[in-house]
Every structure is written in structure tokens, then in C-alpha cells.
């Protein structure tokens, strides 16, 4: 079992930034971040492996950088240029026996509670 604590979220104007963070209570290969707006479905974003490399989705490439200190066991997620449409709960998740670390919902087992990101404009 895994359990996996988010942190960092907030209001904050468009154009700003925040950074997520996210806590494992036991090391993992894989980790990632999704989000979901409300009635919108859960929404893929980037995922990390242990060595540091990271596979993003096309969305938020360029904008949002994942990154890992394993010596805490923490997974980041740093948003710049934050948009009205960014607006969602922001979970982490790690993964249970994917054969490699991408963003691909079904290859997690465990999931954090969640932290809410409101951009306004």
C-alpha cells in the first residue's frame, strides 16, 4: 500500500504560478500528476520515473515541469502561466507494475487525495 499526500494548491490570478507538491509514504518507480475540472474527466499530465526523466502530455508541455527528490520521496509539479482553464483538483499518483512511467491513468493504483487549483482571471 501507498499513500500519497498532495500539497500547493491555491488561488492564484492568471498568469501566475504555484507549485504542487506531493508526498509517498514508499518509494516508487513511476509517479505522475493528473488533474480534473469539475464535470470534466480526469485529464493527464506528466509522469516521472525515479532517474529523473519525464513524458508529458501535449497540453501542458512547456508550461509545466514535473520533477522528483527521491531522498524525501516527493513528486513536484511547477505550473507557470497559469490559465482560468487550468482551474481543477490536481492529484498525484504512483504507479502499481507499468513497464515504463507515462501519464496513462490505467497504469496507476495509487492516488492521493487531491489539491484544488483555482486561476482566475
Known amino acids: 500500500q501507498v499513500q500519497l499526500v498532495e500539497s500547493g494548491g491555491g488561488s492564484v490570478q492568471a498568469g501566475g504560478s504555484l507549485r504542487l507538491s506531493c508526498v509517498a509514504s514508499?518509494?516508487?518507480?513511476?509517479m505522475a500528476w493528473f488533474r480534473q475540472a469539475s464535470r470534466k474527466q480526469r485529464e493527464s499530465l506528466a509522469a516521472?520515473?525515479?532517474?529523473?526523466?519525464?513524458n508529458y502530455a501535449a497540453s501542458v508541455k512547456g508550461r509545466f515541469t514535473i520533477s522528483r527528490d527521491n531522498a524525501k520521496n516527493t513528486l513536484y509539479l511547477q505550473m507557470n502561466d497559469l490559465k482560468p482553464e487550468d482551474s481543477a483538483m490536481y492529484y498525484c499518483?504512483?504507479?502499481?507494475?507499468?513497464?515504463?512511467?507515462?501519464?496513462?491513468?490505467?497504469?496507476?493504483?495509487?492516488w492521493g487525495q487531491g489539491t484544488q487549483v483555482t486561476v482566475s482571471s
Open positions: 499518483a504512483a504507479e502499481s507494475d507499468a513497464p515504463d512511467c507515462h501519464p496513462i491513468e490505467a497504469d496507476f493504483a495509487y
Open positions: 514508499v518509494a516508487r518507480e513511476c
Open positions: 516521472a520515473d525515479s532517474y529523473g526523466t519525464a
